[in-house]
């Protein structure tokens, strides 16, 4: 699974990242690698030839802040989190060190909250998660700390998530990572309801591993599910409900189509205008147009009214992301979860889900003697629990958060996949966003060709802008 690492054309990096020079932090040597303890220096991509290691931390605590850990500890009682739970405090007792996680900022705050605690020199934890959209502002002022000067880090790894280590490697930096690998977006189904019109209740299961999921039996399927039950015209019951965001990027993805590109140069290209993107975006409103998606009702004021309709049983399939596993779990139907289906006829596409990762990421402040200390702890936390091997550990971490094994064994395990993954590169250009395409098409207040034409001088400038700014940075960090 290992990929070749790729220079990444940054978010609109006109600030180089000199380090310290934006923010009000002390970096100390960033640029150069501690030897001491028999520790060997890191390359640029993180390969090295033994990883340094400390006997002891001398009671060190390290924090790492999130905006959804509830309480530290709470990791369940199955017996994959009691191994865990067993393995992290044995390397915590034999290296003298602890690690807390909490979290310390709401979600929409910690891009701000990490700016400025660490420009003030005065970060609140050792590690942050940062949401793929929020890395680009702090990268882009020098907040972060090169990981690929931590000789404790060996990002050539099986543990490593190689997708954030492709996006956060620029020039001869790492400045990002993850040891994990979420599950993102795909689509919900009511079991209840499928079997209510003549369907059988895991059918999608045995579609999806047949290689059968495709457009054309999902719009056999909302057909099917949309009904008009008290005979007066309207429609009562709507095959699907979702968000914008979610559902037209799947659509794309699922046609072999893309926002944004990158090629083998690192330089990004605007592809918004292929005739595989305009596709999919008609067969996608095509849906709606036939009245099998339901339109948000007057009387909705949340954004995210679409859970409540599939919780409630309203619709019968929702395109949505995994996490939303946790407004499901109290539905008195039961449910099942699959990747998007992909289109028939475009013999280049196949059942994808986009991953927008949380990426891992430490202050610039850090000084480096403290940083190769954390680098070590959090090394050994992120280490494959003794008796499970790292798919065992991802299957075991989900499946209390579905209702049925298949969800976890079939569609998830899928997602490690690289034939059904298409990354995201938008959050890395400044300035652009998916909604600039799915809000206003959508909304049907203009259609996908006529807003593919007004947006797309503005995406190439933006864009263009970033690969310069790419090009000088990587010059600046070899």
């Avoid at 290691?53 to 905006?67: A, R, V």
Wanted: with cysteine.
């Amino acid at each position: 699974m290992t990929k070749k690492f790729k220079k990444l054309a940054a978010v609109g990096l006109s600030i180089v990242l000199a380090v310290g020079t934006m923010s009000g932090c002390t970096a100390g040597n960033n640029e150069g690698n501690s030897q001491k303890d028999g520790g060997a220096a890191t390359g640029a991509a993180g390969g090295q030839q033994a990883k340094k290691t400390f006997q002891s931390l001398d009671g060190m605590e390290i924090s790492i802040g999130d905006w959804y850990t509830a309480e530290e500890g709470d990791a369940g009682t199955s017996d994959y989190a009691r191994a865990l739970q067993k393995y992290r405090k044995e390397i915590q007792e034999k290296y003298n060190f602890k690690i807390t996680r909490k979290a310390v900022s709401a979600f929409q705050d910690m891009q701000s909250d990490f700016v400025t605690r660490v420009m003030a020199n005065d970060p609140t934890c050792d590690l942050y998660y940062l949401y793929q959209e929020d890395v680009a502002q702090p990268l882009m002022k020098g907040l972060m700390k090169n990981l690929a000067n931590l000789p404790e880090f060996d990002f050539t790894e099986e543990k490593w998530n190689k997708t954030v280590i492709d996006l956060m490697t620029i020039g001869d930096g790492i400045w990002g990572m993850s040891a994990e690998r979420e599950p993102r977006g795909g689509i919900y189904f009511n079991k209840r309801m499928l079997k209510e019109a003549g369907i059988p209740e895991n059918e999608p299961y045995d579609l999806q591993a047949a290689g059968e999921w495709t457009w054309e039996k999902f719009e056999e399927y909302c057909k099917r599910l949309t009904k008009d039950i008290d005979g007066d015209g309207k429609v009562d019951q709507y095959a699907m409900a979702s968000f914008s965001k979610y559902y037209l990027p799947m659509c794309v993805a699922t046609n072999n189509a893309n926002f944004v590109e990158r090629d083998e140069n690192g330089v990004y290209k605007n592809v918004i205008g292929t005739r595989e993107f305009k596709d999919a975006l008609n067969w996608g409103m095509g849906l709606m147009d036939k009245n099998y998606i339901m339109p948000k009702p007057a009387s909705a004021s949340a954004w995210d009214w679409y859970k409540a309709a599939f919780r409630d049983g309203e619709v019968a399939m929702q395109t949505s992301e995994a996490y939303e596993t946790t407004a499901f779990m109290e539905m008195d139907d039961e449910w099942g979860f699959v990747l998007f289906p992909y289109n028939q006829g475009n013999s280049e596409a196949t059942n994808k889900w986009i991953p927008n990762d949380n990426i891992i990421v430490m202050p610039v402040c850090i000084d480096d003697e403290k940083a190769e200390k954390i680098a070590f702890a959090y090394d050994l936390y992120t280490e494959p629990t003794p008796g499970y091997t790292l798919e065992e550990a991802y299957r075991e971490g989900y499946y209390d958060k579905f209702r049925d094994d298949r969800a976890v064994d079939e569609t998830l395990m899928m997602m490690l996949e690289d034939e059904h993954k298409q990354a995201s590169y938008v959050p890395m250009i400044s300035e652009i966003e998916t909604g600039d395409i799915c809000y206003g098409v959508y909304a049907r207040s203009v259609t996908p060709a006529q807003q593919v034409e007004k947006i797309s001088s503005v995406w190439d400038k933006r864009i263009q802008d970033a690969n310069d700014a790419y090009g000088k940075f990587a010059s600046e960090n070899q």
